[in-house]
């Protein structure tokens, strides 16, 4: 544990001063939206996740695909706000999907800033309701009523607790009281405050997946402690790629049977993180001043630094990402690809993409 906790902070303590920082947050959040999958038995491309972010999909997205992109899309937004959003009531409702349902339904029933306002002749047209009609709805919903109240009175039907948030009973088991489990889980939480972070961070791991916070999501609780290691300062600098070091740890050893050997197995996937975050970080560095050689005697106004920040920010680059990006032609792009070593990824001549040696 005192081993993951330095690797850790070493890892943190680059990434403050680091030039290729951005660069490294960027590529970190495609890394472990591919592997938060992964865990969960899915299968997602990098190249893909990389192409639908950009809007420039080759193929029509699959429902891993968005799931992937949704993973990305939450871990910017956690480092987009403060250090303490992300476990505030606001942060973990809108982090847990809850806070999305509730505004879809509100959007879909309700109206908006821009929609048409009624007119007094068409309210009083819809205030003229036949008072016949009223009555027998009345009646009807008398009559189930009254039998709704038999049969759980005969048969001993168990009343299911309301959600707070009004989601598809088709998608969604009414009985799994997602609430109380997230505050069960924050219990947990808040109890092991007094121990080291790695170790707290370990027994949250586990616990959200013993709790089974979510019915859809369990990547969430990855970013939750990840979010907690970096508001407690451990990873004040960057977001812990927590899925991408869950890859180097055999399933078996994450779903033990005894928790002493789940926590261990947590420990080390956090080690594994930061390992990994510091050779992608030496990598890096070393390619971004191997591709700074060839700004020796350009101009000002050259593009060639924008493409070296662009491929730094992303696994790999296409022509019509280069070409969005920097606003140049397509063969303006190529030429730019030339002028500095990147590899090509796809070895096709129809489409092509590079990335770093």
């Given at each position: 544990m005192k081993?993951?906790?330095?690797?850790?902070?070493?890892?943190?303590?680059?990434?403050?001063?680091?030039?290729?920082?951005?660069?490294?947050i960027e590529r970190s959040h495609f890394y472990d939206a591919v592997g938060a999958l992964w865990v969960e038995g899915e299968l997602v491309h990098l190249e893909d996740l990389v192409f639908h972010d950009a809007e420039m999909d080759q193929r029509t997205p699959t429902h891993e695909l968005t799931r992937a992109h949704t993973v990305l899309r939450r871990r910017r937004r956690i480092l987009s706000q403060p250090r303490a959003w992300a476990l505030s009531r606001e942060g973990m409702r809108e982090l847990t999907g809850r806070s999305e349902a509730s505004a879809t339904m509100h959007d879909a029933d309700g109206e908006g800033e821009g929609s048409v306002v009624l007119d007094l002749a068409t309210a009083e047209l819809v205030d003229e309701v036949d008072d016949a009609l009223e009555r027998e709805f009345a009646e009807i919903d008398a009559v189930l009523a009254r039998s709704s109240t038999l049969l759980a009175t005969t048969l001993g039907a168990v009343s299911r607790v309301p959600q707070d948030d009004e989601r598809l009973a088709l998608l969604y088991d009414e009985d799994w009281d997602e609430g109380a489990r997230l505050a069960e889980w924050r219990r947990v939480l808040d109890d092991t405050q007094h121990l080291p972070l790695v170790l707290r961070g370990a027994i949250a791991l586990d616990a959200w997946h013993q709790i089974e916070v979510l019915q859809r999501g369990g990547w969430v609780g990855a970013l939750l402690v990840a979010a907690m290691l970096r508001q407690e300062g451990l990873c004040a600098h960057h977001l812990a790629c927590l899925h991408r070091g869950a890859q180097k740890i055999p399933r078996e050893r994450r779903r033990a049977r005894h928790r002493t050997d789940r926590l261990l197995a947590w420990i080390d996937a956090i080690y594994e993180t930061a390992t990994v975050g510091l050779k992608e970080h030496d990598r890096l560095l070393l390619a971004k001043g191997q591709m700074e050689r060839a700004l020796r005697g350009r101009r000002a106004s050259s593009k060639l630094p924008g493409l070296i920040d662009l491929v730094l920010a992303r696994p790999l680059v296409s022509t019509s990402m280069i070409q969005t990006a920097l606003k140049t032609s397509r063969q303006g792009a190529l030429d730019l690809v030339g002028q500095i070593s990147l590899r090509e990824m796809t070895g096709k001549r129809s489409f092509r993409a590079w990335g770093i040696v």
């Open positions: 081993a993951t906790t330095e690797v850790l902070v070493r890892l943190d303590e680059r990434l403050a001063l680091s030039s290729v920082r951005e660069g490294w």
